[in-house]
């Protein structure tokens, strides 16, 4: 078998990046990526389905001589993002008289990134084009904003299979299979979860409205610019992306604090005791000085109720916690069941700068309970009834 060979006239050549510890120079790879590229073999011409971050040239080359790879009569840009299109300039040197396919945004990222102008060297396609390979059919679908302006998706007609874009992608590398039958997958879902909610988060009705529009397509694979090809699990694989980017949670909480001494931290921990007494059983609690950004976003989007919780520092938020909600709010994080604790010596300021957020967000609070230096008696108990509120609204 070869493991390369996704489907008949259809052949993987992306490549395996383990070196990059950050992705966009800040989510943390803990195990890998994989830049996919495809290459499309038709009766009467070729296509490669975009290309590989520059630093993995080399690698990507090697494939594309594996495989045989002589000529290319297309370069289908999916997204421009330099994760996949970084190595345009170095296809074209590998494959002159190659033609770049892209729409009419694209054709200019083109120009702005790599410096390519000359009209003779693309063909501008329009959503729902089509481009012949002799026995087989490519097809382009815009899906705007996932994850640029000018990303689209190609579907092969023939063969019911779709390169998607970013769009049901994952971290982490491929372990030797390529496609999901070939390997056990459970461990992607995690990574697709981290990947969609730092990545691709902030554009929820824009993945809403690329699910509408290619759910007329019948999908036998779909083909992602990051992580396994997609065969048995394709509805699993569809759900995940429409349950995050309809907002949708699964049970559970996530509390983030931040805290100088441990009084914020405590308060935290009481307020999971007492959700855990409440029946409450996935319960994730960052420090965010700690946590990694990533990991408190990919949670924040799992679970139902969110608590975040504050010292007062400098007269404003404990700044750790002030970056997590504005990754939150940038993300149009929504629907959570959501409450807020505030810890202070002597200026109480966390509960309004919460409700400052809450009303960016557009998100409500089911309360906020203010500790003054630690924990006592009485915000003991406030925060046994926030714990009792938060569990009836789940
Ligand atoms: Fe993997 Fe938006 O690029």
Redesign the pocket.
Known sequence: MNVNEICDSVVYVGVNDRVTTKFESMWPLPYGVSYNSYYVKGSEATALIDTVEIAELPAFLDHLHEQGVEHIDYLIIN?M?P??SGSISAIMREYPGIKIVGNRTTIAMIGGFYHITDPTCFQEVKDGDKISLGDLTLSFHLITMV??PETMATYLEERQLLFSG?AF?AFGALNGGVVDSQMECDWYFPEMERYYTN?VGKYGRFVQRALKKLEGLKLSYICP??GPVWHDRIQEVVNVYDRLSRYEATDGATIVYGSMYGHTAAAADKLARELCERGVRTIKIHNAAVSNLSDMIADAFRYKILVVASPTYSATLFPAVEQFLRAIETRELQGRIFATIGNHTWAGVVEKEMKAFLERSKNTSLGHVEIKQSLSADTDARLKELARKLVAEC
């Open positions: 997204h993002e994760d996949h994850h640029w970013d992608g990545i610019t990051h």
